[in-house]
């Protein structure tokens, strides 16, 4: 059992996170594949994908070892969505956190030497990691993205209203179920091993994911102690909520489409504002100025796309149910 001990400057420091990203996503689904006991939310997904990843995969696996912990993909690609941010975040991961993330990794035998390469920063072996997370990126989450983004959107929006309604503590009744408990001010999350944290007023950041399914995580950014660990809560638990999401899902093409008709970089911006983004946060992560990023959102809003508040100082742009469908594989404007 591990326990997050909150003080009341920690429960004002609560926010809730669009997810955490597609790297850490893809690796998810990996280790739901190749699991045992697959819920009945994920068996159309697991039937339409399995026999596709193919040896493509092994460096990633790798990083997977079945016994110990395993390699935080999250710490070291970020909460990206976009999984070319991902692959970018891994090749310059910071040596320092390369160390601390695998120094505890118990490697096969047959990975030892190759893994050894990864922590000194060897770009072929990296090389080969980030091929092997686009190969599986393509075949186990991005044929399905409209649907994750929607359910995604859709969870943080619930989540949301719950703190707006009753502030941090509704939200977090919310967000406990069988794997969490809210005990004020002590939040329990059920782990094989015991341990006690204090936010110590850092606050907490809830990121609802897709593919972890064996229970909730709690990641810490380990190279800045002064940052919020992230609780990463799964939210698939039932084929009525799966069935939703692996609709249209072999629409490979979709993501081409919304270019053509957008152009890369409106899409772009469409599709990581489909779990909510400030225009800070977009312009560091699409390279581009922030009035560059000002412009293309008020593009996108003007054709009722997109929607714009300000919270606090930030200004967070949010995707509209008309954008949302544009998102979703298969469709197609509306004239």
Same mark, same amino acid.
């Given at each position: 059992?591990?326990?997050?001990?909150?003080?009341?400057?920690?429960?004002?420091?609560?926010?809730?996170?669009? #997810?955490? #990203?597609?790297?850490?996503?893809?690796?998810?689904?990996?280790?739901?594949?190749?699991?045992?006991?697959?819920?009945?939310?994920?068996?159309?997904? &697991?039937?339409? !994908?399995?026999?596709?990843?193919?040896?493509?995969?092994?460096?990633?696996?790798?990083?997977?070892?079945?016994?110990?912990? &395993?390699?935080?993909?999250?710490?070291? $690609?970020?909460?990206?969505?976009?999984?070319?941010? $991902?692959?970018?975040?891994?090749?310059? @991961?910071?040596?320092?956190?390369?160390?601390?993330?695998?120094? +505890?990794?118990?490697?096969?035998?047959?990975?030892? !030497?190759?893994?050894? +390469?990864?922590?000194?920063?060897?770009?072929?072996?990296?090389? &080969?990691?980030?091929?092997?997370?686009?190969?599986?990126?393509?075949?186990?989450?991005?044929?399905?993205?409209?649907?994750?983004?929607?359910?995604?959107? $859709?969870?943080?929006?619930?989540?949301?209203?719950?703190?707006?309604? #009753?502030?941090?503590?509704?939200? =977090?009744?919310?967000?406990?179920?069988?794997?969490?408990?809210?005990?004020?001010?002590?939040?329990?999350?059920?782990?094989?091993?015991?341990?006690?944290?204090?936010?110590?007023?850092?606050?907490?950041? /809830?990121?609802?994911?897709?593919?972890?399914?064996?229970?909730?995580?709690?990641?810490?950014?380990?190279?800045?102690? @002064? @940052?919020?660990?992230?609780?990463?809560?799964?939210?698939?638990?039932?084929?009525? !909520?799966?069935?939703?999401?692996?609709?249209?899902?072999?629409?490979?093409?979709?993501?081409? @489409?919304?270019?053509?008709?957008?152009?890369?970089? *409106? $899409?772009?911006? =469409?599709?990581?504002?489909?779990?909510?983004?400030?225009? %800070?946060?977009?312009?560091?992560?699409?390279? /581009?100025?922030?009035?560059?990023?000002?412009?293309?959102?008020?593009?996108?809003? +003007?054709?009722?796309?997109?929607? %714009?508040? *300000?919270?606090?100082?930030?200004?967070?742009?949010?995707?509209?149910?008309?954008?949302?469908? =544009?998102?979703?594989?298969?469709? *197609?404007?509306?004239?």
């Amino acid at each position: 059992m591990k326990r997050i001990h909150f003080t009341d400057q920690d429960l004002m420091r609560v926010r809730v996170a669009g #997810g955490i #990203g597609a790297a850490a996503e893809t690796l998810d689904s990996l280790r739901l594949l190749h699991g045992r006991g697959v819920g009945l939310g994920f068996r159309r997904w &697991q039937v339409a !994908v399995r026999g596709r990843v193919d040896e493509r995969a092994r460096p990633l696996l790798a990083l997977l070892p079945s016994l110990g912990p &395993q390699v935080d993909v999250w710490s070291l $690609a970020g909460d990206s969505m976009s999984i070319e941010e $991902a692959v970018d975040r891994l090749l310059g @991961a910071p040596r320092d956190l390369l160390r601390v993330e695998f120094e +505890n990794v118990r490697f096969r035998r047959a990975d030892r !030497v190759w893994a050894r +390469n990864l922590v000194d920063g060897d770009r072929e072996a990296w090389l &080969q990691v980030t091929a092997a997370l686009r190969a599986c990126h393509g075949v186990t989450v991005a044929p399905y993205g409209g649907g994750v983004r929607a359910h995604l959107a $859709a969870v943080r929006g619930a989540y949301a209203n719950a703190m707006a309604e #009753g502030g941090v503590e509704r939200l =977090l009744e919310q967000v406990c179920g069988p794997l969490l408990r809210w005990r004020p001010p002590v939040l329990e999350l059920e782990h094989p091993r015991d341990a006690d944290i204090r936010l110590d007023g850092r606050g907490l950041v /809830i990121a609802p994911t897709v593919f972890s399914s064996g229970g909730a995580e709690l990641m810490v950014p380990v190279l800045d102690p @002064a @940052a919020p660990p992230v609780l990463a809560v799964p939210t698939v638990s039932d084929a009525l !909520v799966g069935g939703t999401l692996w609709d249209g899902g072999g629409d490979a093409s979709a993501g081409q @489409a919304l270019e053509d008709l957008l152009g890369r970089t *409106r $899409a772009a911006i =469409l599709e990581s504002v489909a779990v909510g983004r400030s225009t %800070t946060d977009l312009a560091r992560r699409l390279g /581009i100025a922030p009035a560059m990023v000002s412009h293309h959102t008020s593009v996108l809003r +003007n054709a009722g796309l997109v929607t %714009t508040r *300000r919270e606090g100082k930030a200004v967070l742009h949010t995707v509209t149910s008309m954008g949302m469908a =544009l998102l979703e594989p298969g469709s *197609r404007p509306v004239r």
